[in-house]
């Protein structure tokens, strides 16, 4: 069974910085998309940025393009969201998702894997 586990959340100070990491585990089909979803307290969970495993595709919220970035690293089976110039807005529980196809990336009804979700702060 496929297990996605976060990591690297945390209280950050606005303009500060964070990486979070999204380590994958029994995940053999090719073909794949990985994404990075986001849930502040009263709020729908909301797309942040994804990719298909393989680089072909990328997608990312116009909230945070030019402030996130993903990437990833094969050999370590891992994605990462690198965070930068953080917001008090950016404050919300980071979940990592995938599907092991090429799907709308932007909704998150299509993933059928989900982390458990790590706590990003960023304080004013």
């Known amino acids: 069974q496929v297990q996605l586990v976060e990591s690297g959340g945390g209280l950050v100070q606005a303009g500060g910085s964070l990486r979070l990491s999204c380590a994958a585990s029994a995940l053999t089909f090719r073909y794949y998309t990985m994404g990075w979803f986001r849930q502040a307290p009263g709020k729908e969970r909301e797309f942040v940025t994804a990719l298909t495993w393989d680089g072909e595709n990328t997608s990312i919220a116009d909230s945070v393009q030019g402030r996130f970035t993903i990437s990833r690293d094969n050999a370590k089976n891992t994605v990462y969201l690198q965070m930068d110039k953080l917001k008090p807005e950016d404050t919300a529980v980071y979940y990592c998702?995938?599907?092991?196809?090429?799907?709308?990336?932007?909704?998150?009804?299509?993933?059928?894997?989900w982390g458990q979700g790590t706590q990003v702060t960023v304080s004013s």
């Open positions: 998702a995938a599907a092991p196809y090429k799907i709308p990336m932007e909704t998150s009804i299509h993933y059928t894997y």
